[in-house]
């Protein structure tokens, strides 16, 4: 999905940062460091391909059923550009935060960054789990939801899995320990994001509610977009909430002097 590829790399590259606060404090330069290599490698190495990959390999659900490969090229090129973008962003401005003592609005930042993304793929889950091709799409033909989880994109995202995801959960889990790290500043960490995350979900909430009883929402949306959302955001939280659970705890070790 192009627009939810956008909202993670801005996340990923933010969490990056957040994650790294306590070392990032110490550094004089956003751009010289390893946490920020890291970043931009990972974006542009791993994140980034498998972007073009889907965008090339399945048009139609990578644009939402709106777009086919016959699509200018320079859509994917733009797209690979954008996802190495959104997250340099993402880290700079979490930087800027770090530095400027805001280390609870860093956190909060990457999380709400999440919502976004999580909150296109539930309010259009009908098109987010569609099984079947544009033109399909395009015709109407109707597929249940748990079809998806048959067809060929689910199976490639599960195979993306294995390369996307265990770098990501590396930086979160080891990025807090290159400083010493005490079980206060671990549920420190914690705590600030799971906020975040909560007011961004009651936004998305409230938001939803005001603009559907406004009738601003299209006709066929009713309240299982919201109860989607619901689902979708508890789901989706366990899997970027879950590594931070793991970050080992470190003690300075001081020599004895003899």
Known sequence: MIQVDVFWSFAMGACFASCAAESLKRETSVFINKYFVYCVLYLSLIFGPSG?????????WETMFFLDRSLN???????????????????VVVWKLIHNGKEATAHAVWTMAYTCMFTIL??????????????????????????????????????????????LYYAVVTFPT?????????????????????YASIAVVVGFLLLHNMKQTPPSWGYDRLLAFLIGQAVFGVFIFLPMFFIPLKRNRMRKIK
């Open 52 to 60: 073009v990959y889907l965008l090339w390999g399945y048009p139609g």
């Open 178 to 198: 290159d400083v010493p790290i005490n079980k206060s500043r671990k549920w420190t960490m914690i705590k600030q994001a799971l906020t975040g995350y909560m």
């Open 73 to 91: 090229p320079i859509w994917p090129c733009l797209f690979a550009c954008t996802n190495v973008l959104q997250g340099v962003l993402g880290f």
């Open 122 to 167: 539930t309010l259009g889950y009908d098109r987010f789990l569609y099984a079947g091709s544009l033109a399909e799409w395009r015709a109407g033909k109707k597929y249940k939801l748990i079809d998806f989880f048959w067809c060929d994109v689910f199976y490639t995202l599960l195979i993306m899995g294995v390369v996307v995801i265990p770098p």
